[in-house]
């Protein structure tokens, strides 16, 4: 056999070889490569997929959330008829919440009489969160017309008001049904309710 034609069948040979050998494993097909599984879950355990959109909260909401939460910081302190105004050492009703209010650009007047005229009148079912609640006091029953207004707290929603009342009592949270210190006071002597924050 001659040297050329020895050296074209080793390298077919050779070819052949490496072909039979390239078909031994399971053929792939020519995949993507898969995506980075990303978890579902922060390392906090919160899903990010579900944060409140922030744009989507109305202007309203915001405004009560941050005077209901600044509110909240003052539990337990003392009331004083007639304390100073914009002073946070004591408050009376109408100086609690003149003064969370003021805090959010909103002015109130100087009492809950005057405070009681300010926004606009809403019907008990239809209060929100942020509203202003007005009540008359069982110990002057004949008062008629604004003389009925005694007192205001602030509609924290869920049946909630957010005031202060009563030396020894201060700023607290009460029901306005079934009220733990209270009963049924609240309810009872609810006139009616101003809406203050815009939106």
């Known amino acids: 056999m001659k040297p050329k034609r020895k050296l074209v069948i080793w390298i077919t040979m ?3 070889m490496l072909s039979s050998m390239a078909g031994c494993g399971p053929r792939k097909s020519a995949q993507p490569a898969p995506e980075p599984r990303v978890h579902p879950y922060r390392v906090d355990g919160t899903q990010p997929h579900l944060t409140i959109n922030e744009a989507a909260v109305p202007r309203w909401r915001k405004t ?6 600044d509110g909240m910081k003052y539990m337990g302190t003392p009331y004083v008829y007639g304390a100073e105004r914009f002073n946070d050492k004591t408050f009376d009703c109408s100086s609690y919440v003149q003064y969370l209010y003021a805090k959010q650009g909103i002015k109130l007047g100087y009492n809950a009489r005057e405070q009681a005229v300010e926004g606009e009148e809403i019907p008990f079912m239809n209060m929100r969160r ?5 009540f008359s ?3 002057y029953p004949n008062e008629t ?7 205001v707290g602030i509609y924290m929603g869920d049946g909630k008001i957010l005031h202060t009342y009563e030396p020894g009592i ?5 029901n306005i049904h079934k009220d733990e210190k209270e009963g049924e006071y609240w309810y009872q002597n609810y006139l009616f309710a101003r809406r203050v924050i815009p939106g």
């Open 137 to 139: 006091d069982e110990d």
């Open 130 to 134: 942020g509203d202003l609640m007005f």
């Open 170 to 174: 201060g700023v607290v949270i009460s």
């Open 64 to 69: 009560a959330d941050a005077i209901i939460s």
């Open 145 to 151: 017309g604004l003389n009925k207004v005694r007192h």
């Open 14 to 16: 050779t070819v052949l």
